[in-house]
């Protein structure tokens, strides 16, 4: 009998430790859930009220079932407690509060309770089977991974990664690339969830660091940190573009990249399914940077907007088509690759626009200054391109134009404020007219012109302005009963106002009608750290 014990004591180590080779998880883990199993199976034999414990020694195997009891002054519950004197009469050092162990014979597994401690073990290691898997993957997003397709289900590929599975979704996938059952596969680790069916290995070979993985296997200085890759554009399975610098001067972060021959950009190349790659030099002049992300059409002049992150490209006529790329996918990766949006103008409609401004601004002076054109066309040559400039610039800027003295800037300056003048009463009574609040005029970043165009919009008072989304001033598309995508205009849609002018306005107009509290603004000390701006007693 005695052998027998001892052969079921090492037949229970092994187990454990089978289980834990084949699942790669800790033994201790499997003997935790065998004891777990135990301890059910023991209350399922003594009651389930019982508090029972069982242990399983990891050395020997040896299995000790206890009931513990705990040492109260007057006993409730005869299955969990146990009075002072009868303790004592175990252990006479108990005292109120300690725990008896009462040692239980061995659990004989029934055919019932066999079956239900297999289930609790079988859940327990698949639950630190999982946990395993997530604690292991979730420290390699970012990797790129080997594996072979297990299947194919609704266009996804599932991969089996060894120890784990992954899944490619289709929108994943470089487009027109198939993958059979055993094929071997590299893609990028992106993200590692935990689920309720496991943990969930997300795999692509669309994302942009794909490809810089990619080119960090094939080129060592990247891999060494000589070469950084700054940017990434892709349109995958198509083209892309990647902005490199080096670190090293005496090294070309281009021609490292390409390889001799061309035959490291070539094994990406091979890698992406023929993906076309611009390589180019990444700048931190945005000018040039854009320059550069445009090839290869040549840029003849480059116009940027830092308030609006916009950038006007002008090429020559020749190399429009170039420039945009086929359904316009040079410019559109070059707009991804520098964070800039960009307008590509010809040299001959830059021209044409340029003309066209000029007529305009020449047409405006004459009517609002009463001057001739030659009198305007000085005006527009010079830069002027509004009443406003004439009326505010300094005095001695407009009569240095060549042909005009101190006299002649003077009374231009003096209609210029007259017109404004006249132009903003008109403004204004119209405004009023409109029934448009004085409190509306009154609120930052508001002009007369505005205020009409709000009171035109059924937007009257400062209730009105602050009940405003950024899309009810600057327009919005939707979609008809017929299913059309239609405009709807904006109540500033013509005063050329961005997403955070317009929705600084809003906020400005609940500040005034008490909707909300400004925060203090941050003014930079001596330092030059910013800290906020402390009100000071007058």
């Known amino acids: 009998m005695a052998t027998g014990v001892a052969a079921n004591r090492l037949e229970l180590l092994q187990i454990a430790d089978a289980v834990a080779r084949d699942k790669s998880i800790d033994k201790t883990v499997v003997l935790q859930a065998m004891e777990e199993a135990m301890q059910r199976a023991a209350k399922a034999r003594y009651g389930s009220e019982n508090e029972i414990r069982v242990e399983i020694d990891p050395k020997t195997g040896e299995t000790h079932v206890s009931r513990y009891l705990h040492v109260v002054e007057q006993v409730e519950n005869d299955k969990t407690e146990i009075s002072l004197t009868d303790a004592r009469r175990r252990n006479p050092d108990a005292q109120l509060g300690d725990i008896i162990?009462?040692?239980?014979?061995?659990?004989?597994?029934?055919?019932?309770?066999?079956?239900?401690?297999?289930?609790?073990?079988?859940?327990?290691?698949?639950?630190?089977e999982r946990e395993r898997q997530y604690d292991e993957y979730k420290d390699r997003i970012g990797e790129i991974i080997h594996g072979i397709v297990k299947r194919v289900e609704f266009g996804s590929v599932v991969v089996d990664l060894g120890r784990a599975e992954g899944v490619v979704r289709r929108d994943e996938m470089?487009?027109?690339?198939?993958?059979?059952?055993?094929?071997?596969?590299?893609?990028?680790i992106y993200d590692v969830?935990?689920?309720?069916?496991?943990?969930?290995?997300?795999?692509?070979?669309s994302h942009p660091q794909f490809m810089v993985r990619l080119f960090a296997q094939e080129v060592p200085e990247i891999y060494d940190g000589i070469i950084e890759i700054r940017a990434v554009a892709r349109d995958p399975g198509s083209r892309a573009k990647i902005a490199v610098i080096s670190k090293d001067s005496s090294i070309d972060p281009v021609g490292?990249?390409?390889?001799?021959?061309?035959?490291?950009?070539?094994?990406?190349?091979?890698?992406?399914?023929?993906?076309?790659?611009?390589?180019?030099?990444?700048?931190?002049?945005?000018?040039?940077?854009?320059?550069?992300?445009?090839?290869?059409?040549?840029?003849?002049?480059?116009?940027?907007?830092?308030?609006?992150?916009?950038?006007?490209?002008?090429?020559?006529?020749?190399?429009?088509?170039?420039?945009i790329g086929r359904r316009g996918q040079n410019v559109r990766l070059a707009s991804q690759l520098t964070g800039w949006q960009i307008d590509i103008l010809t040299e001959a409609e830059e021209s044409e626009r340029r003309q066209k401004e000029f007529a305009e601004r020449t047409a405006l002076f004459m009517e609002a200054l009463d001057v001739d054109e030659t009198v305007a066309q000085l005006l527009a040559s010079e830069g002027f391109g509004e009443i406003e400039d004439v009326a505010y610039v300094p005095l001695d800027d407009l009569a240095s134009v060549e042909g005009f003295d101190e006299e002649t800037a003077q009374e231009l300056q003096t209609r210029a404020i007259e017109f404004i003048e006249a132009r903003n009463k008109e403004l204004d009574d119209k405004r009023r007219a409109l029934g448009v609040e004085d409190s509306v005029i009154a609120v930052e970043g508001?002009?007369?012109?505005?205020?009409?165009?709000?009171?035109?919009?059924?937007?009257?008072?400062?209730?009105?302005?602050?009940?405003?989304?950024t899309d009810d001033l600057l327009g919005y598309f939707e979609v008809n009963k017929e299913k059309e995508r239609v405009r709807i205009e904006g109540a500033l849609e013509g005063f050329d106002l961005t997403a955070d002018d317009a929705n600084r306005i809003i906020m400005k107009a609940r500040v005034k009608a008490g909707w909300i509290e400004e925060e203090p603004e941050a003014v930079e000390d001596d330092a030059g750290d910013e800290v906020e701006a402390e009100e000071t007693d007058s």
Request: aromatic share 4%.
């Open 101 to 128: 162990a009462e040692t239980l014979p061995p659990v004989d597994f029934s055919r019932i309770a066999a079956q239900a401690a297999k289930q609790v073990i079988v859940q327990k290691v698949r639950d630190a």
């Open 174 to 188: 470089i487009p027109r690339e198939t993958f059979r059952t055993g094929d071997r596969i590299r893609a990028y």
């Open 193 to 205: 969830r935990r689920e309720t069916r496991g943990p969930q290995i997300f795999l692509s070979r």
């Open 256 to 323: 490292a990249c390409v390889g001799m021959r061309g035959v490291r950009v070539q094994a990406v190349v091979q890698e992406l399914q023929g993906e076309r790659i611009d390589i180019i030099p990444w700048s931190q002049e945005p000018a040039t940077f854009i320059v550069n992300a445009l090839a290869p059409a040549e840029v003849t002049k480059v116009v940027l907007d830092e308030d609006t992150h916009r950038v006007e490209v002008v090429v020559p006529d020749e190399q429009l088509s170039l420039a």
């Open 446 to 469: 508001v002009t007369a012109a505005m205020a009409v165009a709000l009171g035109e919009h059924d937007i009257k008072s400062l209730d009105d302005l602050a009940g405003c989304a």
